[in-house]
């Protein structure tokens, strides 16, 4: 059983960056794909960005292209979410998630973080 734990969230100003991490414990994250989701209150969990298990692969959603880099260290059993030129739309409860494929639908992972927030104030 996978452990997912995220943080590095926060309050940020508009234009500005945070780098939020995910810690996994109980097994090698070397084993999958991860992920990272975001959700407001009362809409469906989004899809933000994806890694391959050996970091040959990424993908992002097009509203954070140019501006949020996913990456991971299998050595430190981390990924990491670099966001730089925030915006106030990305505020948002921010989730990691591992599982057998890099895509971008929530359902195909298998092990959930609690999520870290991120607010962006304009």
């Known amino acids: 059983q996978v452990q997912l734990v995220e943080s590095g969230g926060g309050l940020v100003q508009a234009g500005g960056s945070l780098r939020l991490s995910c810690a996994a414990s109980?097994?090698?994250?070397?084993?999958?794909?991860m992920g990272w989701f975001r959700q407001v209150p009362g809409k469906e969990r989004e899809f933000v960005a994806t890694i391959s298990r050996n970091s040959g692969s990424t993908h992002n959603t097009d509203s954070v292209k140019g501006r949020f880099t996913i990456s991971r260290d299998n050595t430190k059993n981390t990924v990491y979410l670099q966001m730089d030129s925030l915006k106030p739309e990305d505020t948002a409860d921010y989730y990691c998630?591992?599982?057998?494929?890099?895509?971008?639908?929530?359902?195909?992972?298998?092990?959930w973080g609690q999520g870290t927030q991120v607010t962006v104030s304009s």
């Open positions: 109980g097994g090698a994250i070397s084993r999958y794909a």
């Open positions: 998630a591992a599982g057998g494929l890099h895509l971008t639908t929530p359902s195909i992972y298998t092990y």
